[in-house]
């Protein structure tokens, strides 16, 4: 009997914490969140920055961010107080996982984007470098949108409200919905971005560093070609008078 109660009061004080970090965790995250992605916005849209390709997806990813915070922690934090609207309506509950799902994903891909962008702007094949471009940014991040979009599509069909016995009311109403959801938010959403990002920040850096070494050698051959010919004029006129 001890032991039932015991885990009764240790569900109780779990559950308290997950209230109070909803209250007031997340209208921190929520503030800095949106805040910082505001001014992302702000900043990246220059005039001056709106011709940079790696600036205008920054841009594109800071919007999908925004949206991706505010859809997802206004509810959380409405659920803190008082309970969440998004838990007993239905198309609420559909369009809320479509957004923050779709959005994030959309967010991750964009900044892969940027990292390969970044590769081949930094690259010493010229090829490469003519393909970091504008028109190039604009088109794959219309691709990547729309990709997003056709992947988690399906959370219009598989989330609903007024659920029991889920971890969460508005959830996947069968165990396919849920597998599908889970399995693609971490592969395609997390995995897959993170291995990418690292890979090309690392072509980076190894670009940058074949970069330096070729300015190096051509400040080594010019410093070369210099003294070279500055010692063929010494010999040549070696009390520099002119030679008639």
């Known amino acids: 009997m001890s032991e039932l109660s015991y885990n009764a009061s240790l569900i109780i004080l779990l559950d308290n914490i997950s209230t109070q970090f909803n209250r007031y965790a997340s209208v921190l995250?929520?503030?800095?969140?949106?805040?910082?992605?505001?001014?992302?916005?702000?900043?990246?849209?220059?005039?001056?920055?709106?011709?940079?390709?790696?600036?205008?997806?920054?841009?594109?990813?800071s919007i999908a961010n925004l949206i991706s915070i505010l859809f997802g922690l206004t509810t959380r934090i409405i659920s803190g107080w008082t309970t969440d609207p998004i838990d007993h309506i239905g198309w609420a509950c559909k369009l809320r996982a479509f957004v923050v799902f779709s959005t994030r994903t959309i967010a991750s891909w964009l900044i892969v984007l940027a990292t390969v962008d970044r590769w081949l702007s930094s690259s010493t094949n010229v090829h490469r470098r003519q393909k970091s471009t504008l028109k190039n940014?604009?088109?794959?991040?219309?691709?990547?949108?729309?990709?997003?979009?056709?992947?988690?599509?399906?959370?219009?069909?598989?989330?609903?409200?007024?659920?029991?016995?889920?971890?969460?009311?508005?959830?996947?109403?069968?165990?396919?919905?849920?597998?599908?959801?889970?399995?693609?938010?971490?592969?395609?959403?997390?995995?897959?971005?993170?291995?990418?990002?690292?890979?090309?920040?690392?072509?980076?850096?190894?670009?940058?560093?074949?970069?330096?070494?070729?300015?190096?050698?051509?400040?080594?051959r010019n410093m070369t070609l210099t003294k070279k010919n500055s010692a063929a004029s010494n010999n040549e006129n070696p009390n520099g008078k002119q030679i008639i």
């Open 29 to 61: 995250i929520l503030l800095f969140g949106v805040v910082g992605n505001i001014l992302n916005i702000l900043v990246l849209s220059q005039r001056a920055l709106r011709s940079n390709s790696c600036a205008w997806i920054f841009l594109a990813s």
């Open 137 to 220: 940014a604009q088109r794959w991040t219309t691709t990547i949108i729309i990709l997003s979009i056709l992947l988690y599509a399906q959370q219009l069909y598989c989330y609903e409200a007024n659920l029991i016995d889920t971890p969460l009311k508005c959830y996947g109403k069968t165990d396919a919905c849920r597998f599908i959801t889970d399995s693609s938010f971490a592969v395609i959403t997390i995995l897959f971005p993170l291995v990418l990002m690292i890979l090309f920040g690392l072509l980076t850096i190894s670009n940058v560093r074949q970069s330096q070494r070729r300015i190096h050698q051509l400040q080594l």
